[in-house]
């Protein structure tokens, strides 16, 4: 009965771990990403592990236009807005998926205003080489967000993009 009992107690502590077993990435792909046919937008990816450890940490960003937001100084043009991907799941060694936030605050450095971030999708990374990916973003922000919310009336919007490295 005591064995049954540690067994299942050391099942219960292992199977999670187990599941979160991640593919080791087949490079680091740490660097400025874009599509050299599309002007104004990009992806920063950063690992912060070696490429060869299981658990690479991995961060993206994306540089692109807030669609809620009209440049008044230029007409037909739209504020930045970054979209954050903090961590994901290496699921192969050349894709990575992950949730992304919207957020805003102060600097890291400055008190005195809290920082809001709110879950509006996710990222998929699938990399064809070391220079060049496929960039697939699903955006659908939750209902029911405060008027001061990050996310606050942000449409949906999905889709693919060819990415490469940026050539310095």
Known sequence: MIRRLLATATLAIALPAIAQTQAVPAANYTDLWYNPAESGWGVTI?????????????????????????????????????????????????????????????????????RVQTQVGTFTFQFADASHGTFTYNIAPPSGLASTDPAYNLPAFSGSKSIERIAF
Do not use: E
């Open 46 to 114: 950063t690992q912060h592990s070696p490429p060869a450890s299981p658990n690479s940490q991995t961060y993206a960003i994306w540089y692109t236009y807030d669609p809620r937001a009209s440049d008044p100084a230029t007409p037909a043009t739209f504020k930045p807005l970054w979209i954050v991907m903090s961590g994901g799941t290496w699921t192969s060694p050349t894709s990575i998926t992950g949730p992304v936030y919207v957020l805003n605050g102060v600097p890291f450095f400055q008190s005195g205003s809290q």
